[in-house]
């Protein structure tokens, strides 16, 4: 097919990347391979970055953390199967948390197919179940096309990724196409009806509360749902790791539905005669594993707004189930003028929410065992971080101070996975200091967790990009040793951990390290850490007994043998 725009040839890898350029792409994260070298040589003559990382796991949580906070796909590159296997991580998060991400991987020469060739493999078969789409490029000719539809399935609806296999011979074939056009946003907006509707639901509910979650929000979606609980009074509650969706200094503010609820805010929800959740789908742990909310029908009122029509009634059966972007239906509900009849209805409601939240996020009151303690150095953080700080974090008991403790007030300052990813902190971590250099980035990482991406304090390093480290050492998996102690108490297998001189490990590949081992050390040495202008590490050494915020290991153990005993 000749292209009349476009008379020059190019080759494969060459029109991919104009792709890219016409998509907006401007940095792309990967680890080389030679099954893509016609990619990277494209990319030479283009002002994208590459981000060059050490494993291709950590690349890919990488493009996933730059999509939550620019907006646009996350672009990875990784070779065929190893490294794709290695990226498969990375493409669950995208997967769980609705984020838009391209995943290119290099493929085997199309002639070779089904002869178990050097690392072949169907990526048909290995991402159809974790991506929205996932093909490979047979035919050059098509590659504006292909990606053109990567970029809107991925973007499209509820976000996702997309993966896309390159064969190495295509991308040396050389044609003359035209370049696709820019993939531009369908809108989704609700209808008057809805709206009305909506307000009308809203009038005859005592109880009510707002749930936000889920992704496609963005500063203006934030900024009107702040605008709608000023005006209603509504209590607003955030879903697990979306907390940066409204500001916990607000007085409607109630709490977020996560790990480590606060039962007052459990209380509530099943207390309430009608929820409105906005972008999110309450899964299992918002739901507290589909608990908070009869399924199909919920006890209470519910008005489910979604970006996607097909999570719309596939759990929860709605009241009013509404196909619209967070943005588009908070904005039709402030221009309503019906809106003025719920002025500051349900303040005193909010009023109350607020105190619970306060006085459950009191770190003074928190008695953790230890030396160096977790209340101790989140109340300090706390004072000293400027409100848009981007904190980081993966998977592990750690991570519950973080998330109870911490007061998140802007939108663009969390990344953090609702899959339970263990090693997302640290590249999410580099992926944040790379996009915003002008902000302080924190990555909170436990041991185990650390040790899962931690060779990507390499790429912080080669990037210049000074964020703090904080990890949380206690010589163990917490997370699972804490669900051993409760379901076989004393029997304790697979979860201890040898650890390193993180400190030491800072500073072998040239940044800042700091080891930690009481409260009165902490704050300075985080001084220290900030100011050094490089990547740092401190190495907090804790109490294995402060498991969590309310109960010490011993204590869950010692409950757990009353429990077998009783049930004996």
């Not at 509707?197 to 929000?217: C, D, F, V």
Request: charged share 20%; with cysteine; glycine share 8%.
């Amino acid at each position: 097919m000749k292209n009349d725009l476009n008379k020059t040839a190019r080759s494969g890898g060459e029109i991919l990347v104009a792709q890219l350029l016409k998509q907006g792409v401007d940095r792309v994260f990967c680890v080389p391979g030679e099954s893509y070298l016609a990619v990277l040589d494209a990319l030479y003559d283009t002002d994208i970055q590459i981000i060059i990382c050490r494993q291709e796991g950590g690349a890919a949580m990488m493009a996933e953390a730059y999509a939550k906070l620019s907006g646009k796909p996350g672009v990875c590159m990784v070779t065929r199967a190893p490294g794709a296997t290695n990226a498969y991580a990375g493409v669950h998060i995208a997967n769980q948390d609705s984020t838009p991400l391209i995943l290119l991987v290099g493929q085997i020469d199309t002639g070779m197919r089904e002869r178990k060739a050097f690392q072949e493999m169907d990526y048909h078969a290995v991402f159809g179940d974790q991506s929205k789409w996932a093909t490979e490029i047979d035919d050059v000719e098509r590659i504006p096309e292909l990606m053109s539809r990567a970029f809107h399935i991925a973007t499209a609806g509820n976000p996702g990724p997309v993966v896309i296999a390159l064969p190495e011979n295509m991308l040396v074939q050389r044609a003359e196409v035209q370049d696709a056009p820019t993939v531009k946003a369908i809108p989704l907006n609700p209808s008057q009806q809805q709206i009305e509707s909506t307000i009308s639901m809203l009038q005859k509910a005592e109880n009510p509360i707002l749930l936000a979650g889920g992704s496609r929000w963005s500063k203006n979606a934030v900024d009107e749902l702040i605008k709608f609980a000023d005006k209603s009074g509504i209590p607003v509650a955030v879903e697990f790791r979306r907390q940066m969706l409204f500001p916990h200094s607000h007085p409607c503010y109630a709490g977020d539905v996560g790990l480590g609820i606060n039962p007052k805010l459990v209380q509530r929800l099943k207390d309430s005669d009608c929820i409105m959740l906005v972008g999110g789908s309450m899964s299992e742990v918002p739901s507290q594993s589909y608990t908070l909310l009869n399924i199909p029908k919920a006890a209470q009122s519910l008005i489910h707004v979604h970006p996607d029509i097909h999570e719309l009634n596939r759990v929860y059966q709605a009241d009013l189930a509404v196909n619209s972007t967070a943005e588009a239906w908070l904005q039709g509900l402030n221009q309503a003028a019906a809106l003025t009849t719920l002025d500051r209805k349900w303040h005193s409601l909010s009023q109350t929410a607020h105190e619970d939240y306060l006085a459950w996020t009191d770190p003074s009151k928190n008695q953790s065992p230890g030396d160096l303690t977790m209340a101790h150095m989140m109340s300090l953080l706390r004072e000293k971080l400027p409100k848009d700080s981007i904190m980081c974090n993966g998977a592990g008991n750690y991570a519950t101070w973080l998330h109870r403790y911490y007061r998140f007030e802007q939108y663009g300052t969390q990344l953090a996975p609702t899959s339970g990813s263990m090693g997302y902190g640290l590249p999410a971590a580099v992926a944040a200091k790379q996009y915003a250099p002008d902000k302080t980035v924190i990555c909170f990482a436990g041991d185990g967790c650390f040790m899962m991406h931690g060779q990507e304090f390499a790429t912080a390093i080669q990037y210049d990009l000074p964020i703090v480290v904080l990890i949380f050492d206690n010589g163990m998996y917490g997370t699972i040793r804490m669900h051993q102690e409760r379901d076989y108490p004393d029997r304790v297998s697979g979860t201890y951990l040898k650890n390193p001189d993180f400190a030491a490990y800072a500073k072998a590949f040239g940044g800042h390290g700091e080891r930690v081992e009481r409260n009165e050390e902490f704050e300075a040495a985080f001084d220290r850490a900030l100011s050094s202008g490089k990547p740092a590490i401190i190495h907090c050494l804790m109490n294995p007994e402060a498991i969590t915020p309310d109960r010490t290991l011993s204590q869950i153990r010692d409950n757990s043998k009353k429990i077998v005993y009783i049930r004996a």
